[in-house]
């Protein structure tokens, strides 16, 4: 029997695409999706509606490792996107990938891929215990702390 809320461990350093949504197969959205609620919904105990509807308006960028297994991924709304306020969304890491690099890796993907498409400045909602690595990748805070989805945030920005 498969366990509905188990995502497959990745192993070793990923590797990274980007693609609009329908340049994504069925796998990726799934593989992407079952990530995004494993970490964003079971992880940080935030019960959302994590497919919101703007998937389909996005490019994403996704890290597998050698056998093909999801390990992180990032959507971007660059400028041909409807209600473009954060270019940089859905940031998540597998938790077995934490204090590897990847996440850092990650953002850098998704920061060339917004700017190859012309997006400036990059912006970003960002969860407020996560600032000083966004900082560390040139992002500064330009919002004071709000609550969503009863996690602290901030508003974030490069360029």
């Known amino acids: 029997m498969h366990d509905a809320l ?12 980007s693609a609009p949504f329908d340049g994504l197969s ?5 593989d992407l999706l079952a990530l995004r609620s494993q970490i964003f919904v079971v992880e940080q105990a935030c019960v959302f509606l ?4 703007r998937d389909p308006d996005a490019w994403h960028v996704i890290g597998r490792d050698a056998a093909g297994v999801i390990g992180a991924s990032a959507r971007l ?23 590897t690099g990847e996440g850092r890796r990650l953002v850098r993907e998704a920061i060339a891929c917004a700017e190859r498409h012309g997006a400036s400045p990059i912006a970003l909602s960002a969860q407020a215990h996560l600032e000083r ?13 709000y609550l969503l989805d009863g996690i602290d945030h901030l508003d974030m920005r490069r360029g």
């Not at 069925?26 to 799934?30: A, F, M, P, Q």
């Not at 994590?50 to 509807?53: M, S, T, Y």
């Not at 690595?133 to 702390?145: K, N």
Request: positive net charge.
């Open 133 to 145: 690595f966004y900082a560390s990748l040139g992002f500064r805070a330009v919002s004071e702390r």
């Open 6 to 17: 188990h995502v497959p461990r990745p192993e070793g350093a990923l590797s990274y695409r």
């Open 50 to 53: 994590d497919p919101d509807g």
């Open 26 to 30: 069925g796998r990726d959205v799934h």
């Open 77 to 99: 709304f660059l400028a041909d996107a409807p209600r473009v306020e954060h270019v940089i969304g859905r940031v998540v890491v597998h938790s077995a990938l934490r204090g």
